[in-house]
């Protein structure tokens, strides 16, 4: 037995084929039929019982060989042996972890290696696994974690490593296979539900129901065969997502090739150009910058700067090992995403590209890629779209219950009879027992989710794990990132203050040179096709300044005359809350002096500053009470006499001058508020995970309401404490106001993590349900909010970016990325309509404009462009349909958190559909089962024809139930997390007593009019009878009673009568059930093989139906009043 070290994957063990003989299931059932034919041929049994043995053991036999299709497990138990290393076995049994994809048998694949030695290797979920010692395996490693040295001394891969790395890794493909139709049919109809149903239509056809069983089986292989349409869909629309091969120019054998990118491995040296296609593998960036569009992966639509990790004098950025947690942000481009602009290195010493283009070192290729993992999370993460298969399971086993009691009556009380047919009595047993699966099962519970996940993808929010929908409707805590996903990123510069004595406000131009100097360099800005990129925030503040940043990082202010020249950034660090840029400023004699220019989060500053001013702290928590966003600047001479390749963050990052703090308006995005607030009023917990600062954070929690009153956990000298956001009230560490909201900041909850309230317990694990504010932590931190409160039982939602959120998002049973740049709200139809027009409309010009050369008219026609390629930019910002994010399981294509609304209603309506398909189902089966019990011992037994209307009218009314649309306003009662619930068990044992009771108690009346016979032949030809027709119209009644009693609607979703289609067929059954029970039209009883009823009993049998429907709907209503939703639970 070994294991991985994989993410993937839980365990593996080794394996070898059996002989054919001692597979379970050859051996044991040769000696089993061997056992039969003695049975057969020495006693005096009847052919009948002979039979049935038969059966059971050929049933058995079938059961078994479907087992070995069905689980993996059981395959490996009947047809191999299992051994301890994989050195001696053929195959390797995986066990991925949970919600990664199914257990699979793996063949081990060996090859003799040039030293003698044998390599093994398995294939899993597209990834290469191999074995070094015969024991474990492990992922085939790839260069991410060697020393940077090694990829700066790099000459690229000479033929003898090519030949290695090709046998390594094997090709950079992504090759995505697609099933034929035929394939994925028969692996949906060998699906265990699928078979049973066959099974059932089998029995139904040997009790002569032959319009019944082709209807049922058609209705079956219709659905499959849809579903199987939707899948191939989807497959293709993944597969869009690879792309052909490419010609690059790639460093081999010391000297340029030209190379298809298919053929790239890990330890080429590639040029890396601006291009149309994506980048086809996972890139360390060597030399020279790029600027890449990574929305595809991450939904995150502003372009990025990569930069080397050499710099342009030829040392490393780094000292140490390549980590990719820590550098791949800023130097790593990813497979699948746009490089949008590059610049080659100017140093002469470095290697140069026939092209151009910036050097690369790839790091990963293929399914190991990121756009391959995300590739691999759509493929894998769920295998089929079903509600929860454990909650099925044990309600077939509580159904299961009453059929086997029901079955033992009919197998007692018949074979009191000796010349009864053991072969009828057998095969009507079955039936009973497969009647508490009803055929609609499988489709209902697939229809559910599928429905939900098109209403989904229609409001433009796309899921790679449908398995998730259901949980959304469970959610007890909504978190939420505040920058970008609560507030608008689009913030204002409201002024600069803290320069003097007082705390007022300055406008930009009332503010020293010095100040304007680090706004205008300390950013991340870059040109690209002659339009400013970057941050957001960043350009907000340089266009309200009287300085231009140029091409070459140059920042010149034209009224003064003055430009400074950016040499080398220190990027934003989230972990660091801090980012500094060197520059250069030239004098008259053309020398130069270098300035660090820093900024960042107040409190990270201030421990930086040669000299704190007296009103430091007061002044930036005065604004950031406000609610605005703080930022302090700082900068220092580093002199004329500087190396700028030696200078170190953490030497240039101290005795720093202050310049000040700018100050931003954080507005909140138009829906938030509302969003919010349906949230809270729906019985849900809002919590905001923020990474800037807590006082910020706190106004913004009580604009949107999240919070009223809140208390902050700050350290003093004497320890820590809480106390509100302006200091006014105080409270000791363990004796807080439990009136009070909590806010935790990243230290403070280092703090409480790290401090025990019980022997098992942190202090955080104590208070966490209390918090309603994390600030200033980092994306580990958030990741480790959402892991704690799951560990306390509450299902969580988190909302954020796809990029500094990554961690939480995955870890929430609820995450969804927002694109931060993206409309808030869809846009109307006729403004959709319009574009698209325009860009019509501009093309043709275009095409006009291409064959006249006249100046006038070119000059037209590059304007014509520049609008075409905005137009084209609107609709880019956007997920399509394939380009989910690696991020999250839900991805919104808009940036408001009213995504959140829509996917909670979408959740709440799945869960509330497949809870009323239970009770409905449950209520239908005990009918079914009654009827072929107890009263198949009176001769009660339906026409072919009226078992092919039933299943038509009642097939009807639960593919309406399926399409039930949610309520726009979510509403303050939840629904049941699950089936087992007091609700939903009494409602159904006490609306069964009462359907058993009217059927009871007609069928009495019957025998009152139409005595019982003395003997009954049960395999006699049918024949309409008093009983049999108001045994059926009974049935049907009932089971449309159940419909419409049991549909739960408002506050969840759309009423009975809001459901047009629900309403219409159920009241269209309504009305001919009552034709046939009046005999209003006696040749529709005659062709369904019904009697028109005596009048005595007409008026009996309708005010018998019409009590036990105002009674069940009572039952129900009342049980729903008092027990019918769940409560929220309390935090705290």
């Keep these: 037995m070994g294991t991985t070290v994989s993410d993937d994957v839980q365990k593996i063990t080794f394996h070898n084929h059996r002989p054919l003989l001692s597979h379970f299931y050859v051996g044991p059932f040769l000696f089993l039929y061997t056992l039969w034919a003695a049975f057969a041929f020495q006693t005096e049994h009847s052919i009948e019982v002979i039979s049935i043995a038969l059966a059971a053991c050929g049933i058995l036999h079938v059961l078994c060989g479907l087992f070995c299709v069905w689980s993996v497990e059981w395959k490996t138990l009947c047809m191999y042996s299992t051994i301890p290393d994989a050195l001696n076995a053929t195959l390797a049994k995986v066990v991925p972890t949970k919600n990664n994809g199914s257990t699979v048998l793996c063949p081990i694949n060996k090859r003799s290696k040039s030293d003698g030695s044998e390599e093994l290797w398995i294939d899993f979920q597209q990834t290469k696994y191999h074995c070094l010692d015969g024991k474990f395996f492990h992922p085939v490693p790839f260069p991410v974690n060697s020393p940077l040295q090694d990829y700066i001394g790099t000459k690229g891969l000479g033929s003898d490593q090519i030949k290695e790395a090709e046998t390594t890794w094997g090709s950079n493909e992504m090759r995505i296979v697609l099933p034929t139709f035929q394939e994925l049919f028969v692996e949906r109809a060998t699906a265990p539900f699928f078979v049973f149903q066959v099974f059932c239509v089998g029995l139904w056809c040997l009790d002569e129901y032959w319009y019944y069983s082709l209807f049922t089986l058609g209705m079956l292989a219709m659905f499959e065969a849809t579903v199987v349409k939707q899948q191939m869909k989807s497959m293709s629309e993944i597969k869009k997502m690879t792309q052909e091969p490419y010609i690059m120019n790639v460093y081999r054998n010391k000297r340029w090739e030209k190379v298809k990118s298919n053929q790239l491995y890990p330890g080429d040296l590639v040029s890396l150009t601006r291009r149309s296609e994506t980048v086809p593998a996972d890139l360390l960036l060597l030399h020279g910058q790029c600027v890449v569009d990574e929305s595809m992966l991450t939904g995150e639509s502003v372009p990025l700067m990569k930069e080397a990790v050499v710099s342009e004098d030829g040392s490393c950025c780094y000292q140490g090992n390549l980590d990719l947690d820590a550098h791949s942000r800023l130097h790593v481009v990813f497979g699948g995403t746009k490089v949008i602009q590059h610049t080659a290195a100017t140093n002469k010493q470095f290697l140069k590209s026939p092209d151009g283009g910036s050097l690369a070192y790839v790091l990963r290729t293929g399914f190991n890629t990121a756009q391959g993992k995300l590739l691999r999370t759509i493929m894998y993460s769920v295998q089929r779209v079903t509600a929860n298969n454990f909650e099925t399971f044990m309600f077939i086993l509580f159904l299961l219950q009453f059929a086997i009691a029901a079955s033992a009556y009919v197998w007692i009380e018949g074979s009191k009879d000796p010349d009864r047919n053991r072969y009828k009595l057998f095969l009507e047993c079955t039936l009973i027992l497969t009647s508490v699966v009803p055929p609609e099962l499988p489709i209902e519970l697939s229809l559910a989710v599928n429905s939900s996940l098109l209403s989904l993808i229609k409001m433009g929010i796309y899921c790679t794990e449908p398995f998730r929908i259901p949980f959304a409707g469970k959610v007890h805590v909504c978190c939420f990132d505040k920058t970008g996903t609560l507030t608008s990123d689009k913030l204002e510069l409201t002024g600069v203050c803290g320069l003097s004595d007082k705390s007022d406000l300055m406008q930009i131009n009332e503010v020293p040179i010095e100040t304007c100097q680090v706004l205008a360099t300390c950013h991340s800005l870059m040109h690209v096709e002659d339009k400013l990129i970057g941050d957001p925030i960043e350009k907000a503040t340089l266009s309200v300044l009287p300085w231009t940043l140029t091409k070459g990082d140059v920042v010149m202010c034209r009224s003064l005359k003055q430009s400074l020249k950016i040499q080398k950034r220190f990027h934003f660090n989230s972990t660091l809350k801090r980012m500094s840029v060197i520059v250069s400023k030239q004098d008259a004699a053309y020398n130069c002096e270098y300035f660090i220019m820093t900024k960042g989060a107040p409190e990270v500053i201030r421990n930086m500053l040669k000299e704190v001013p007296v009103n430091y702290d007061s002044t930036h928590k005065q604004y950031t009470l ?464 019904l009697l028109v009823l005596p009048d005595p009993i007409q008026n009996e049998v309708f005010i018998a139906l019409l009590l036990d429907s105002v009674l069940t709907f009572l039952i129900d209503r009342v049980l729903l009043f008092i027990c019918g939703d769940a409560k929220l639970k309390p935090l705290y």
């Design 626 to 1089: 406000q609610g605005g966003r703080v930022i302090a600047l700082a900068r220092k001479s580093l002199g004329k006499e500087v190396t700028v390749r030696d200078v170190l963050r953490e030497e240039a990052e101290n005795d720093l001058e202050f310049c000040g703090f700018v100050v931003f308006s954080t507005p909140l995005k138009k829906e938030s508020k509302s969003a919010v607030a349906m949230l809270k009023e729906s019985s849900h917990y809002v919590v905001m995970i923020t990474g800037d600062s807590p006082l910020t954070a706190c106004y913004v929690a009580n604009q949107l309401r999240i919070t009223k009153k809140i208390l902050i956990l700050t350290d003093h000298e004497d320890g820590w404490r809480w106390e509100t956001p302006d200091g006014a009230v105080t409270f000791p560490l363990h004796q807080e106001d439990k009136s009070y909201s909590l806010c935790l900041t990243g230290p403070g909850m280092n703090f409480c993590v790290n401090t025990p309230a019980t022997k098992k317990r942190s202090l955080f694990d104590e208070i966490v349900t209390r918090v309603l504010v994390f600030a200033r932590v980092t994306p580990k931190q958030k990741e480790e909010v959402i892991t704690t409160l799951k560990s306390q039982g509450l299902v969580t939602v988190m909302c954020g970016d796809g990029t500094n959120d990554v961690g939480a998002l995955k870890h929430a049973d609820v995450g969804v990325a927002i694109i931060s740049n993206a409309p808030e709200v869809r846009p109307e139809k006729k403004v959709l309509q319009e574009k698209q027009s325009m860009k019509t409309t501009i093309m043709q010009q275009l095409a006009q404009a291409k064959g006249d050369r006249k100046s006038s008219v070119l000059e037209r026609q590059k304007m014509l462009e520049e609008k075409l390629k905005e137009l084209q930019a609107e609709e880019d910002t956007l997920v399509k349909l394939g380009d989910a994010s690696i991020a999250s399981p839900f991805t919104s294509k808009y940036s408001s958190v009213k995504c959140i609304c829509n996917i909670i209603r979408q959740g709440r309506c799945t869960l509330v559909t497949t809870l009323q398909m239970f009770k409905i189902l449950a209520l239908n089966a005990l009918i079914i089962a009654y009827c072929q019990s107890a009263l198949y011992l009176d001769g009660v037994k339906f026409s072919d024809g009226q078992a092919t209307l039933q299943g038509l009218l009642l097939a009807g009314c639960f593919l309406f139930i399926s399409r039930s649309k949610p309520l726009d306003k979510l509403s303050k009662a939840r629904p049941h997390a699950n089936i087992f619930n007091t609700y939903t068990i009494l409602t159904v044992v006490l609306q069964f007593c009462v359907h058993l009771y009217t059927i009871i108690r007609l069928v009495d009346k019957c025998h009152e009019l139409e005595p019982r016979r003395p003997s009954i032949d049960l395999e006699a030809e049918f024949a309409p009878s008093l009983l049999n027709s108001i045994v059926y119209i009974v049935s049907v009644t009932l089971q449309l009673n159940t419909f419409v009693i049991n549909y739960r609607g408002h506050p969840y979703m759309e009423s009975l009568r809001e459901n047009k289609p629900l309403c219409y067929s159920s009241v269209f059954t309504a009305t001919f059930m009552a034709i046939l029970t009046f005999g209003i039209a006696p040749e529709i009883n005659k062709e369904f093989s």
